[in-house]
């Protein structure tokens, strides 16, 4: 049976969850955001996007739209403190996905458990926390941006809710939560409407980056006011969760040895596989009711067709991640024969943007478990045929629980076992996070 700590709605309300739900907490704060902010269809999200750019929806003209982008270069800030300060409620936004009060929309996100597919959240978030940006960095009405703004991080993803039903509105609200001088974070909150309110289903934390016209150098970002004890609160956390992903950084498995305890969890891993008969280094035995490592593998192809283009006519993050998640999902279902549930998302890192007309591989691992709980690390590269050459554009880390338990994951190999250390230190910090305190 699914374990109800995951989904515990009893857990403290979050500071920004506090201040944009009205329905639940009332406060001046969330009064105040809300105030002259109509709600945006999800249909007309990326719309606005093109219009702030001045994309084309065209593929054909994708060229001559970029081209007319070199020329706003004159409107970059040479200073930060050249642009006007902005406060965290004028990038407040609203969006409705109608999935109660219009149907007709509903195909698009249903899945075959009659509730709604994951990865589309995933590419509505994404679309959602770059138009916040350009909203907190908007120019005079009329003109277009000359900042390309792009997703850098996906830093976590928590998940209230087990399922997220087909048939009930979905509200997502976000806006800027903190700002350095070429990036920032955005917070934003999915709630569904049932019983009469809107009720919290999911909780996102990305990480923005503002560049010049053409995508290649860093620009300046406008900015931001604090006006309460609240929203200084919530940039602090900010603040916190950029050095915790500085000192995650300087303590990847990548770049420095495990620490003691985790030696030793991968030592005990050893000891429990040697064959007994022989007492060797080389010979081990998969214990029962485990798997090993290399065999709980899952793989996939896209060929990234124009369709899949964001505004900047590279492949939108959306897409990648909903790809990715899909192949991680099915790697989990395959590994446990049971159905996957998605606990939280976090450390997804876009490394290297994927062109039209890449082959993109993707690689789902099971790579930690722990009782019904399964960590999936889905690896994505770009191939080019012409010189086989091949480029890592992401890393994606999925935490799963399962409907029933699964048998325990087993390294073989050094590298294997970093991996699973890796994976353990995700589950951990997921576990951190969406269990109360």
Not at 205 to 231: Q, Y
Request: with cysteine.
């Amino acid at each position: 049976m699914l374990s109800p700590r995951w989904f515990s709605l009893s857990k403290a309300c979050p500071p920004l969850a506090r201040m944009l739900t009205s329905s639940t907490s009332g406060s001046q704060v969330s009064q105040t955001m809300e105030e002259g902010h109509s709600p945006i269809h999800v249909n007309n999200v990326r719309n606005r996007l093109r219009e702030i750019v001045g994309a084309s929806t065209n593929w054909r003209d994708h060229v001559q739209a970029m081209n007319e982008r070199k020329a706003l270069h004159t409107l970059l800030a040479k200073n930060q403190a050249d642009l006007p300060p902005r406060k965290m409620r004028d990038s407040y936004i609203e969006v409705i996905l109608p999935l109660g009060s219009q149907p007709e929309i509903r195909e698009k996100y249903l899945n075959v458990h009659n509730s709604v597919r994951f990865g589309r959240i995933l590419e509505d978030l994404d679309s959602l926390g770059v138009l916040i940006c350009y909203t907190h960095t908007k120019h005079e009405a009329g003109q277009m941006s000359p900042l390309s703004i792009v997703t850098a991080l996906v830093d976590k993803i928590g998940l209230w809710k087990q399922d997220i039903r087909p048939d009930c509105d979905i509200k997502f609200v976000g806006n800027v939560s903190w700002v350095g001088r070429t990036s920032m974070e955005v917070k934003m909150h999915m709630l569904q409407f049932h019983d009469g309110a809107y009720h919290p289903v999911l909780d996102a934390t990305f990480v923005m980056v503002a560049r010049d016209p053409e995508n290649k150098r860093p620009a300046f970002v406008n900015p931001l006011i604090l006006e309460s004890p609240e929203e200084e609160k919530i940039f602090k956390e900010g603040e916190a969760n950029k050095t915790r992903r500085v000192d995650s950084s300087r303590a990847s498995l990548l770049k420095m040895a495990p620490t003691a305890e985790e030696r030793n969890i991968v030592h005990d891993i050893f000891l429990n596989t040697l064959d007994p008969r022989t007492v060797s280094f080389r010979s081990r035995l998969l214990p029962p009711t485990a798997v090993w490592m290399e065999d709980a593998k899952l793989k996939g192809l896209e060929i990234c067709h124009p369709q899949e283009r964001n505004i900047f006519n590279r492949i939108f993050g959306g897409f990648l991640m909903r790809k990715a998640y899909e192949l991680g999902w099915a790697c989990a279902y395959s590994y446990g024969n049971s159905r996957p549930y998605v606990v939280a998302v976090d450390d997804i890192m876009f490394q290297k943007p994927v062109e039209i007309g890449s082959l993109l591989l993707l690689s789902a691992q099971v790579c930690y478990t722990e009782k019904n709980n399964a960590q999936v690390r889905v690896h994505s590269e770009v191939y080019d045929p012409a010189t086989r050459v091949h480029h890592t554009t992401n890393v994606f880390h999925f935490t799963f629980m399962l409907e029933n338990e699964i048998p325990s994951i087993v390294p073989r190999t050094y590298g294997e076992s970093m991996l699973y250390l890796d994976g353990k230190r995700h589950f951990d910090s997921a576990m951190k996070e969406n269990i109360a305190p």
